[in-house]
């Protein structure tokens, strides 16, 4: 496939849904200033994007059991031709739905993310101020750095917070004389 080809295909994949990997550091010919300005614009909008995908599928999830749960009495009330097989999918459906919504944990990655995009934005306009150090007089870009230093930041604080909510796995299962492993008592 060409690369004009591939571009695109990127290109439409990008505007229809969530991006699949945070945005990456490029360097171009514009200089640091510039590069680090474009790195943050998309990063800013990984997090916007990552956050209305959460918060639609938050919604649809919650849609989902709440209509499909509505439906189960109604189903079981009326006869008809695979009955059986139409309330057992519905439960399952259920089922899913709830564990998928309690394993992503939308509601929470929607609220961390949508909150992180806001500190971002604010850091990155105050930035566009002069807000985070003036450049260097040698014609440093100090600024610049001080514009990723409060991105990796904010982004580092992000993540400790969703992996500090994570429930605990519990201990690793060891193996004990070269056996079969055991969990450890508790």
Known sequence: ?????????????????????APRWRSS???FTADTERYVLDVIDFYD???AWHRRFYRLSGAV????GAALPVLTSLDFPGKSAA????????????????LYRWDVSWILLRET???LTRVYLQWCAGGLGPDATD?????????LDAVFKIRHRESSQFFKNL???GPAVQPVNGGAGHRAAR
């Open 1 to 21: 496939m060409s690369d004009l080809r591939v571009s695109a295909r990127k290109s439409v994949l990008r505007k229809l849904g969530p991006r699949f990997s």
């Open 29 to 31: 010919e514009r200089g």
């Open 49 to 51: 994007a990552r956050a």
């Open 65 to 68: 059991v709440i209509l499909a």
């Open 87 to 102: 309330i057992s999918g519905t439960g399952f459906l259920v089922a899913v739905t709830t564990a998928l919504k309690s």
């Open 117 to 119: 995009e806001i500190e």
């Open 139 to 147: 014609g440093s870009p100090r600024s610049a750095n001080a514009l």
């Open 167 to 169: 429930p605990d796995p």
